[in-house]
């Protein structure tokens, strides 16, 4: 007769242990990556829709009424809600609309955590608290009128994303002669792409989307990278006496899964400095080419004041990626 030898009531025991030790190492980042994959499907789908359909406006600017007191404090505000309404509802499917006092009611989450994940925000209500700088800072030219602190309003998509709205009726054309960003920004969307639910931070299923220009509106939805430990988000300064890609190389050297802003990109993550939180006062370089050749220029985004100006691409500057 055969004698057949099996498992162990203690080995069996030791084994699914361990299968379960392993499972729960390696399940959690699992699901964060299917996660990260569906959030940047979904919010590539937000932004292309949302293109789409301020594309389809004649204008973005002039609608709702924003007044002021003697003393700077508004005494009415019905932008952002009036733009939602009378705008963006007649191109673009809508569920709800939120007043400034009710974001929460269209899946606003009260509070976000900031891309560098250091720092728990109160959810901004107002322009100034996207970046305060964007009232503070340099003026911009007379006669395209000053941004205005006006607060937002929101409403949830039919694919149950919630985005608060934070609008600018006075944004200005697209000029070389007027190089702040601050009152270029007409329309800023900051989204949750799945309402109140976790994790609410910034880069996940928080992120935002800036429409430039009151005609000819350039749309944009930049992803900031915050993974470089070297020096926060951004990598040394390049330039100074090098090739006139640098800039535009050394993302591609850390991931080809990365590149450098262009110029709208970089000014939206300006606007939405609050939401970055650790990027200082700093220039940073952007893709978009002036010139060629031995004095090449190109465009790079001032975190200080808002300029984005002109300098020569040997000069030397951060850099900030992006994910593509």
């Known amino acids: 007769m055969k004698k057949f ?12 242990a361990i299968i379960g030790i392993v499972a729960a190492i390696t399940l959690p980042s699992l699901l964060v990556n299917v996660n990260e994959k569906a959030w940047d499907a979904q919010r ?5 829709r949302l293109a789409q359909a301020i594309g389809q406006m004649n204008t973005l600017g002039g609608y709702g009424t924003y007044t002021e007191d003697e003393e700077g404090t508004a005494t009415e505000d019905t932008a952002a809600e009036s733009f939602i309404l009378d705008a963006l509802s007649k191109v673009y499917k809508i569920n709800n609309v939120c007043g400034a006092d009710k974001l929460s009611a269209c899946g606003v989450p009260s509070k976000i955590v900031t891309l560098d994940g250091e720092k728990e925000l109160n959810f901004p209500t107002k322009i100034s608290e996207l970046n305060e700088i964007l009232l503070n800072g340099y003026k911009v030219l007379a006669d ?3 941004i205005k602190n006006t607060k937002a309003a929101a409403f949830e998509t039919v694919n149950g994303e919630s985005v608060a709205v934070f609008y600018n009726p006075y944004c200005g054309v697209q000029t070389q002669q007027d190089q702040y960003i601050q009152n270029k920004m007409c329309v800023n969307f900051v989204y949750d792409l799945n309402g109140v639910e976790g994790p609410n931070k910034v880069g996940k299923d928080v992120g935002f989307i800036t429409a430039f220009y009151r005609k000819n509106p350039i749309v944009v939805a930049p992803i900031p990278y915050n993974d470089f430990a070297a020096n926060g988000a951004m990598l040394p300064q390049v330039g100074e006496n090098s090739s006139a890609l640098d800039a535009v190389s050394a993302c591609k050297m850390q991931s080809e899964d990365l590149r450098l802003p262009n110029r709208e990109e970089a000014s939206s993550m300006f606007i939405n400095k609050t939401l970055i939180n650790k990027i200082g006062s700093v220039v940073i370089w952007s893709s978009s080419i002036i010139s060629l050749g031995d004095n090449a220029k190109g465009w790079a985004q001032n975190f200080d004041v808002g300029h984005h100006g002109s300098p020569l691409r040997k000069a030397k500057a951060n850099v900030y990626c992006i994910k593509k």
């Not at 030898?5 to 699914?16: C, M, P, S, W």
């Not at 590539?44 to 292309?48: N, R, T």
């Open 5 to 16: 030898r099996g498992f162990t009531l203690a080995e069996v025991l030791i084994t699914l």
């Open 44 to 48: 590539k789908a937000l932004h292309a």
């Open 144 to 146: 395209e009128g000053d």
